[in-house]
């Protein structure tokens, strides 16, 4: 048998050509694969040869820009696992300053964590995250409002394509407080979050606090006056820090302050932690605590009672946790009015994140 040689270098640019014809339309996963298949037939050699120097005077131009791949933007093809919508995808955490009005006509510019995400249909491969900060960016330099916040969500929805979407901000809120009786002054700091949430063409607006105050417990107390009425023994009432996380709807259109979410909070449950005290404070929050002793359940419903009075606030949800002295485990309640905050699970961690330390 007669054998002759093939023209292994017109075959290999033949082959080349043909490589560079298929490339102009296939996919990046697939360029990807081939990419690591060429490199297992070259054995020993490097493929390709990279440019160990990092090139500071490269430029992306606009047509080096339009070649870089996109996977996250690719066909269904590249979907991993089960094509299904998916309610919410994007970034958690990420911080900048943000500036706030206070109710007395100040500006407060705060540290402020940021979550943004969207819907994602099922035919879709993944999204742009990055969209979302820059979107979010592009309204951070003005002061906060839900209507600026509103316009961010727009954006980066309409950037995505997205149908549903959310931004959730947070921040630690200072606001000044006086001591019971000596007249000295301190902040106090709140954990807010304010969210807007866009589900199925609805927009809510919403806002969370986290209250933090003294609890003392009424049979503990009773029990302490039993023992130095009948046997003439000192005892103490036991008390707690406790933790209320009031979650509000806002409507209509008259604005709801931090202070004001705040102020509720005080008149329905006094016993707020203190910042500055002298003998005379320390002695004025016992008195204080012992002219309102409260359980639990009575926490929850003194909340309700205040914000279900106003008409700035839709529907609302309290969680309590009394984080108890005389037990090994805490005491909580969950109250809610109205469907948005309304659910059947609960996270497994939601009272755990209810504990503050100084």
């Not at 916040?149 to 630690?172: N, T």
Request: proline share 5%; glycine share 4%; net charge negative.
């Amino acid at each position: 048998m007669n054998m002759h040689p093939r023209d292994t270098e017109d075959d290999s640019q033949k082959a080349l050509r043909l490589l560079a014809d298929w490339a102009v339309s296939a996919d990046p996963a697939a360029k990807a694969d081939l990419a690591a298949k060429l490199a297992e037939l070259l054995p020993g050699a490097d493929y390709p040869a990279l440019s160990r120097d990092y090139p500071e005077d490269f430029r992306a131009g606009p047509n080096y820009r339009a070649s870089l791949p996109d996977l996250q933007n690719g066909p269904a093809s590249l979907i991993k696992g089960s094509k299904q919508q998916i309610q919410h995808v994007g970034i958690s955490n990420f911080r900048l300053p943000i500036r706030f009005h206070t109710r007395d006509a100040g500006d407060l510019t705060l540290e402020t964590s940021v979550t943004g995400t969207v819907s994602l249909e099922a035919e879709k491969k993944g999204i742009n995250m990055s969209r979302i900060m820059r979107s979010f960016y592009a309204h951070a330099e003005k002061t906060f409002s839900f209507d600026v916040v509103s316009s961010a969500l727009d954006s980066y929805k309409d950037d995505l394509e997205s149908f549903d979407a959310r931004i959730q901000m947070r921040f630690s809120y200072p606001g000044r407080v006086e001591s019971l009786r000596s007249g000295l002054k301190g902040f106090q700091y709140y954990d807010i979050a304010l969210e807007l949430i866009e589900h199925k063409g609805v927009r809510k607006r919403i806002m969370h606090l986290d209250y933090v105050y003294s609890s003392t417990c009424p049979c503990s107390l009773e029990l302490s006056e039993h023992a130095r009425q009948y046997r003439n023994q000192l005892a103490t009432p036991h008390s707690q820090r406790s933790v209320a996380r009031i979650s509000v709807e806002l409507i209509g259109p008259e604005r709801l302050w931090f202070e004001d979410l705040i102020d509720m909070c005080r008149k329905a449950v006094p016993t707020e932690t203190q910042v500055m005290v002298k003998r005379e404070d320390e002695q004025a929050f016992a008195e204080l605590n012992a002219a309102n002793p409260i359980f639990v359940e009575d926490a929850a419903r003194l909340f309700f009672e205040q914000l279900n009075a106003d008409p700035r606030i839709g529907d609302f949800r309290i969680v309590a946790s009394h984080q108890e002295s005389l037990h090994s485990h805490d005491a909580v309640s969950i109250l809610t009015e109205g469907p948005t905050f309304a659910t059947d699970s609960l996270d497994p961690k939601l009272f755990t994140t209810l504990f503050h330390v100084g």
